[in-house]
T-cell receptor, first 115, second 113 residues
């Protein structure tokens, strides 16, 4: 596609439920990133994939969060046993990932609300 | 850990003014600095990327400068328009964690007619 797409655009769930958020990167982009943005804050890094593997997952807040990218394209962010504090906008970005030029392009985000 | 600060947090100006938004970062070992625009309820739109070897980049009415040694960048917006109203975010890439962007909180800009 022309840009990064994310589905769903909005997700409302109850505390304790499991959710999956999907990201489709720009075609041909090898690197994919997940960020989380709380109200009034800048995005915070969660995880970065280069190809199929997670190159850096140090931003995941705890073991309830997990992400996969099995074929090196689409990625899914999975959150188990959701908590109210997980409510935020989850942003996905992709890039061509050159050594010194790494312009990241962002999707519209998924707004997650945990009741 | 890289810390990014943006000043001012909010700015409200009449149409036509020239503006300067400021960004500072604590670790000068960066590869890139990227400026984004975010409209309410939307994702981020990339405006400019400056490589660490560059001093500035220009796109239309936007000009971004980078002083890596002092850990500062500025985004200059010429002849502001109401359509420029948005939140502007600064992010740095590199240092000890390649690929990971560190963001400031943004400057919320309102340009009134």
């Amino acid at each position: 596609g022309a840009g990064v797409s994310q589905t769903p655009s909005n997700k409302v769930t109850e505390k304790g439920k499991y959710v999956e958020l999907r990201c489709d990167p720009i075609s041909g982009h090898t690197a994919l990133y997940w960020y989380r943005q709380s109200l009034g804050q800048g995005p915070e890094f969660l995880i970065y994939f280069q190809g199929t593997g997670a190159a850096d997952d140090s931003g995941l807040p705890n073991d309830r969060f997990f992400a996969v990218r099995p074929e090196g394209s689409v990625s899914t962010l999975k959150i188990q046993r959701t908590e109210r504090g997980d409510s935020a906008v989850y942003l996905c970005a992709s890039s061509l990932r050159h050594r010194v030029i790494n312009e990241q392009f962002f999707g519209p985000g998924t707004r997650l609300t945990v009741l | 850990k890289q810390e990014v600060t943006q000043i001012p947090a909010a700015l409200s100006v009449p149409e036509g003014e020239n503006l300067v938004l400021n960004c500072s970062f604590t670790d000068s070992a960066i590869y890139n600095l990227q400026w984004f625009r975010q409209d309410p309820g939307k994702g981020l739109t990339s405006l400019l990327l400056i490589q660490s070897s560059q001093r500035e980049q220009t796109s239309g009415r936007l000009n971004a400068s980078l002083d890596k040694s002092s850990g500062r960048s500025t985004l200059y917006i010429a002849a502001s328009q109401p359509g420029d109203s948005a939140t502007y975010l600064c992010a740095v890439d590199g240092g000890s964690t390649l690929g990971r962007l560190y963001f400031g909180r943004g400057t919320q800009l309102t340009v009134w007619p």
